[in-house]
């Protein structure tokens, strides 16, 4: 799901992948976990928390709804291997 990261500056929080099954969407179940993780790695030190999603509206306006933004610092790359 996630791990910590410390920098020189900051302790950061990485999520790496959430899944909430469609048939629970559009109930809180989302919201809820996104603040109780919120606050406990906050609570654990963190600072900051980076997170990757699904690159589509829906995931976007989750997120935004929630305070996230679109991070300028970063930049997801990938390679088909063969």
Excluded: W
């Excluded at 799901?1 to 900051?10: A, I, N």
């Excluded at 790695?41 to 509206?57: F, K, P, Q, R, Y």
């Amino acid at each position: 799901m996630g791990y910590y990261k410390e920098f020189d500056d900051l302790m950061a929080f990485f999520i790496e992948e959430i899944v909430i099954f469609a048939d629970c969407h559009n109930k809180g179940y989302g919201s809820e976990l996104m603040t109780t993780l919120q606050n406990e790695v906050t609570a654990n030190g963190a600072e900051h928390i980076e997170l990757i999603s699904v690159n589509d509206l829906h995931h976007m306006h989750f997120y935004e709804k929630l305070g996230y933004y679109k991070a300028n610092n970063l930049i997801m790359m990938g390679k088909h291997l063969s």
